[in-house]
């Protein structure tokens, strides 16, 4: 099946920063490839996702690019405020008869006033 | 209902007891399933359903897990004699259906402390 890498935290900046949080993958063709953000005490929420490649997707600031070359999907975010706080997980499908997504480790992400 | 319900929140038990966790999805998502986030880890995946039936359970970790759904509705996880490894957040999502692009609606999550 499909495979993701992501970037090991934790990760650290100050208001106002440029984040970059890494994620690869492994895929068989070109699914759908989703970014999930979870923030303390809370469940996943989706963040973003694009279907196909050289699609950008993009939410709240934040952005990833699908890149077929690189078969990578990083996510940026050119100013993280303090409430972006939280634990983000790049994501795509298992694949073949499989119908589930599978998630990389998480990056936790801390931003200091 | 209006998003994925988890029941309990939390739930304390001791070795060897059996637990019953419970997920609720979206009202007319037909696919549903069931991860384990252990603490320091990532999202570990234990099984999904299309409607009532579950096609593959090879990522439920042992016989002692075990998961029903019914009605294409409510779930129920079934861990029997638990184990201290089985400590961790239990995480259920649905989506309209398997392989969408919409992604899944995730719930809060049942807190699982096996002492």
């Known amino acids: 099946g499909n495979s993701v890498t992501q970037m090991e935290g934790p990760v650290t900046l100050s208001e106002e920063a440029f984040l970059t949080i890494n994620c690869t993958y492994t895929a068989t063709g070109y699914p759908s490839l989703f970014w999930y953000v979870q923030y303390p005490g809370e469940g996943l929420q989706l963040l973003l996702k694009?279907?196909?490649?050289?699609d950008k997707g993009s939410n709240k600031g934040f952005e990833a690019t699908y890149r077929k070359e690189t078969t990578s999907f990083h996510l940026e975010k050119g100013s993280v405020q303090v409430s972006d706080s939280a634990v983000y997980f790049c994501a795509l499908p298992y694949g073949g008869s499989q119908g589930n997504l599978i998630f990389g480790k998480g990056t936790k992400l801390s931003v200091k006033p | 209902g209006a998003g994925v319900s988890q029941s309990p929140s939390n739930k304390v038990t001791e070795k060897g007891k059996d637990v019953e966790l419970r997920c609720d999805p979206i009202?007319?998502?037909?696919?549903l399933y069931w991860y384990r986030q252990s603490l320091g880890q990532g999202l570990e995946f234990l099984i999904y359903?299309?409607?009532?039936?579950?096609?593959?359970k090879s990522g439920l970790p042992s016989d002692r897990f075990s998961a029903e759904r019914t009605g294409g509705s409510v779930s129920t996880l079934t861990i029997q004699r638990t184990q201290q490894e089985d400590s961790a957040v239990y995480l259920c999502?649905?989506?309209?259906?398997?392989?969408?692009?919409?992604?899944?609606?995730f719930g809060s999550g049942t807190r699982l402390t096996v002492v």
């Open positions: 009202s007319g998502h037909t696919a």
């Open positions: 359903f299309q409607g009532n039936s579950a096609p593959d």
């Open positions: 694009a279907t196909k490649a050289d």
């Open positions: 999502a649905s989506s309209p259906w398997t392989g969408t692009n919409d992604g899944y609606t």
